[in-house]
């Protein structure tokens, strides 16, 4: 135990971010019977995403920021938000969130949260991926397509959930749906870093791995 928490609301250097390495992992069981056929069995309902942001590493400046923000989460002991280059938006990289974006769920009249995710196919086989760290004030919300205004909804940052004021509750059959923009939390995956000068200086670049986590 120690006097900090075990979450730090603080963001990887953006600079480097912009550059790592990485996505999402899937942990399946697979078992090839005599007949040769396979027996496959998911291990983890959601994916965990690791990423290297050694590869986003520009400048000797870069890597001061790198260090002094491990040092400051104490290593791998701290979580802390991070930007995926690649996934990070409710919608596509190249568009703006919109407050159609994600369908949370529809409401019964009595329903106050609503679980943050985002949804990735379609049918029967979407995966719907729970977002936890969203950027505040990157949060948009609608009731049945009608805009919703904070004090209406809040963020529970403890549960990520939307929370809808008693005075604002969805109606029943109404549809809730968000836009947003989001972090992924993450801890360094190692208890070290490893930096040389000589050969950032060659065009080596040293590992930075990260790895999600459960809050």
Do not use: W
Not at 20 to 49: D, M, W, Y
Not at 54 to 67: F, N
Not at 203 to 208: A, L, M, R
């Amino acid at each position: 135990m120690t006097e900090f928490s075990s979450f730090h609301d603080e963001v990887f250097p953006l600079a480097v971010s912009f550059g790592a390495t990485g996505g999402p992992e899937r942990r399946n069981e697979i078992v090839s019977l005599t007949s040769g056929r396979e027996k496959r069995n998911l291990r983890f309902s959601q994916s965990r995403h690791h990423y290297d942001a050694g590869t986003g590493v520009r400048s000797l400046d870069d890597l001061h920021d790198v260090l002094a923000f491990f040092e400051a989460r104490r290593g791998s002991l701290h979580a802390f938000r991070f930007r995926d280059p690649f996934d990070m938006k409710s919608c596509r990289p190249s568009e703006a969130p919109g407050m159609l974006d994600q369908v949370l769920g529809a409401g019964d009249g009595l329903k106050a949260r609503f679980s943050l995710t985002k949804t990735y196919g379609s049918g029967a086989d979407a995966y719907k991926r729970l977002i936890v760290k969203p950027v505040a004030a990157s949060l948009r919300i609608a009731v049945a397509g009608v805009a919703r205004l904070a004090p209406a909804f809040s963020f529970d940052d403890a549960t990520g959930e939307v929370v809808f004021a008693s005075g604002s509750i969805p109606a029943m059959g109404a549809q809730v749906t968000a836009g947003f923009e989001f972090h992924v939390p993450v801890r360094f995956d190692a208890e070290r870093l490893s930096l040389s000068l000589t050969a950032f200086k060659a065009g080596q670049i040293p590992s930075i791995p990260l790895v999600e986590v459960r809050l």
